[in-house]
């Protein structure tokens, strides 16, 4: 609702005078995309369905990291969404797209403030159900992981300040999130080896020094990996605007 409330007084905003008959620039539209785009997910840093996902499955540390079926899980809750909210998400690009358009053809203020009425129940449907995505996402999440995420998101971050990731910079940073996986494949299955070998251990009641043995094995990968990560960190905020890194909305992790 905060990002419905401000997409309409934004766009109240445009025509606030009633013998301003100017057209608004490309500024003002971009902060109207900001606060129409801006979600739950991007105050922790994810941006959107599928970037939360990236994140959750690279950004977490190794002894917090997804379970095969936590993946699953949250996978299919993100395509659920993807599929269930692309018609309203078409339909607002078109709506902000037809603004733009109407911006850049010095149309009146009030052509351009009726061209965006349109889009305040979509983004009403569409706060809704990310809302409901991010609960469900969490809802997969053991305690742990839940208060990690809350202890590393960005604590300024501003999603009605976040221009939206356009869909180049959305293949870039996935692209980023995969070649991760890809070479970092060996340390991640070792780390995740000896984790499961230090559980087993413990449920079979061994002591603490041969568990502490075990688990020193996995010192040099993890480092590693944790290089790794603040490399992959740094990446995709290379790829972020000015304005984007500006609202403070950093990537998870």
């Known amino acids: 609702m905060r990002r419905l409330a401000w997409f309409a007084a934004a766009a109240f905003?445009?025509?606030?005078?009633?013998?301003?008959?100017?057209?608004?620039?490309?500024?003002?539209?971009?902060?109207?995309?900001?606060?129409?785009?801006?979600?739950?997910?991007?105050?922790?840093?994810?941006?959107?369905?599928?970037?939360?996902?990236?994140?959750?499955?690279?950004?977490?540390?190794?002894?917090?990291?997804?379970?095969?079926?936590?993946k699953t899980q949250i996978r299919s809750l993100v395509e659920a969404f993807q599929q269930a909210t692309r018609a309203d998400r078409e339909a607002l690009g078109a709506i902000l797209h037809e603004a733009?358009?109407?911006i850049e053809a010095k149309k009146p203020r009030s052509e351009v403030q009726a061209?965006?009425?349109?889009?305040?129940?979509?983004?009403?449907?569409?706060?809704?159900?990310?809302?409901?995505?991010?609960?469900?996402?969490?809802?997969?999440?053991?305690?742990?992981?839940?208060?990690?995420?809350?202890?590393?998101?960005?604590r300024g971050c501003r999603p009605d300040r976040f221009p939206p990731l356009?869909?180049?910079?959305?293949?870039?940073?996935?692209?980023?999130?995969?070649?991760?996986?890809t070479q970092n494949k060996a340390d991640l299955d070792a780390v995740k080896a000896i984790l499961e070998e230090a559980a087993a251990a413990i449920r079979a009641g061994k002591s603490r020094d041969e568990v502490t043995a075990i688990l020193e094995k996995a010192r040099a990968p993890m480092l590693r990996l944790e290089t790794a990560r603040k490399d992959l960190r740094e990446k995709?905020?290379?790829?972020?605007?000015?304005?984007?890194?500006?609202?403070?909305?950093?990537?998870?992790?």
């Open 166 to 181: 356009t869909d180049a910079q959305k293949a870039q940073i996935h692209a980023l999130e995969v070649a991760f996986q």
């Open 236 to 253: 995709i905020l290379n790829v972020q605007t000015p304005e984007q890194k500006a609202s403070g909305c950093l990537p998870l992790g």
């Open 100 to 102: 733009r358009e109407a």
């Open 115 to 154: 061209i965006l009425a349109g889009g305040a129940p979509i983004i009403a449907r569409l706060a809704a159900a990310e809302a409901k995505l991010k609960a469900d996402i969490d809802a997969v999440l053991t305690p742990e992981q839940r208060a990690w995420i809350a202890a590393h998101s960005p």
């Open 13 to 70: 905003a445009l025509t606030a005078c009633s013998s301003d008959t100017t057209s608004p620039d490309n500024a003002d539209l971009t902060l109207l995309e900001a606060g129409a785009f801006g979600t739950a997910l991007t105050t922790t840093g994810g941006y959107d369905a599928q970037g939360y996902q990236d994140r959750l499955v690279n950004g977490l540390p190794d002894e917090l990291e997804l379970s095969d079926a936590q």
